[in-house]
């Protein structure tokens, strides 16, 4: 056995460097292709535009993250979130309640505060309330379900972020959560080690030095290709589930109003990757039907936030403490605010 250590390690060396995101996105691919050739170009096709339409945005955040580590500026955008950890919790909640990303979009920006040393506690609050809610997705909501639905998943989406923003503030507080980003991510506690230099200098115009220029081309390269293939793989298994995954399985099993009915629709939710708007009109229908309001706003939240492609994202970003507390957050306040619906919307 022994003599094949070497080997095994060098195979392992080997797959690191390669990405384990990108193998597995070549196996999903692979799969598809075994399963139904022909589907295979729409599966490619389909990663390439939501990967397209989420490209922007990772590449503002990689720029910005390198441009703060190459400068010296990460220091600063540190010390701005010292000491008002109880505020920003409940602003970054309310603001990603208000924010234009979704579920695996807002990935990248995430990886960019922590990086810089925000506190893990307000990252995490706009985290869970960044996909649930939009001013699109209000105008939608409120086409579809009515005004009343639209606030009370507004409300939804910052409560969350709220409690599970606080629930973080207090564990970090017991030391349990130092270290929130995976190895080759950056670090929020290296960012944070910033905070604490009482003097941070800042060179802004960082290409005029060949250190910081080569500081803020590994930085960007190795986030970029980081995220980019945990990206692609959310973005492949998406596609597969959109196209294997009959929406009437779903509605057969949310269609009642039984007492177990909340609970249910915030366990499929996960699994049942459906974007924000494609799952309106089915929960329209689901209502019509007689599924209550609050297993609608169940599904509708759980789905949001923890469906697996964004799930994935989030495991490769995050280590698995960061990861229970986001999906237990986000499951546990689907619930409640399902419960909370029933009451409210009837």
Request: with cysteine; proline share 5%.
């Amino acid at each position: 056995m022994t003599s094949f250590t070497p080997a095994l390690n060098q195979v392992g060396i080997r797959i690191k460097r390669i990405g384990h995101g990108w193998l597995l996105l070549a196996l999903v691919l692979a799969t598809q292709g075994l399963v139904d050739i022909d589907a295979l170009p729409d599966r490619i096709g389909a990663v390439g535009d939501s990967f397209g339409s989420t490209l922007p945005f990772l590449l503002i955040a990689v720029a910005f993250a390198a441009y703060s580590k190459a400068t010296g500026a990460d220091a600063l955008i540190a010390r701005a979130f010292t000491g008002r950890e109880v505020q920003m919790v409940m602003v970054a909640a309310l603001f990603g309640a208000l924010s234009p990303f979704c579920s695996c979009g807002v990935i990248p920006i995430i990886a960019a505060l922590l990086t810089m040393g925000v506190p893990l506690s307000a990252v995490m609050a706009f985290w869970l309330a960044s996909p649930l809610m939009d001013p699109t997705m209000f105008a939608m909501t409120t086409g579809i379900l009515g005004w009343e639905f639209a606030v009370a998943k507004t409300v939804a989406a910052a409560g969350i972020g709220m409690g599970g923003g606080y629930v973080t503030m207090a564990l970090g507080r017991s030391g349990m959560l130092t270290k929130p980003l995976r190895e080759g991510v950056g670090d929020g506690e290296c960012g944070a080690s910033t905070v604490r230099n009482s003097n941070p200098q800042v060179h802004w115009k960082f290409w005029q030095e060949s250190p910081r220029r080569e500081v803020f081309a590994k930085n960007a390269w190795s986030n970029l290709l980081f995220l980019g293939q945990w990206l692609a793989l959310a973005f492949a298994l998406e596609a597969v589930m959109i196209a294997y995954l009959p929406q009437e399985a779903v509605a057969g099993l949310l269609g009642g109003e039984s007492w177990f009915a909340i609970p249910l629709a915030a366990i499929v939710g996960i699994p049942a990757y459906l974007n924000g708007y494609a799952a309106l009109p089915l929960v329209s229908g689901l209502m019509e039907q007689g599924m209550s309001a609050g297993a609608g706003m169940a599904f509708l939240v759980a789905g949001g936030i923890t469906c697996i492609p964004a799930g994935i994202a989030v495991w490769a970003l995050a280590r698995p403490a960061v990861f229970a507390i986001y999906m237990g957050s986000a499951f546990v306040g689907a619930i409640g605010f399902g419960l909370l619906g029933t009451v409210m919307l009837g």
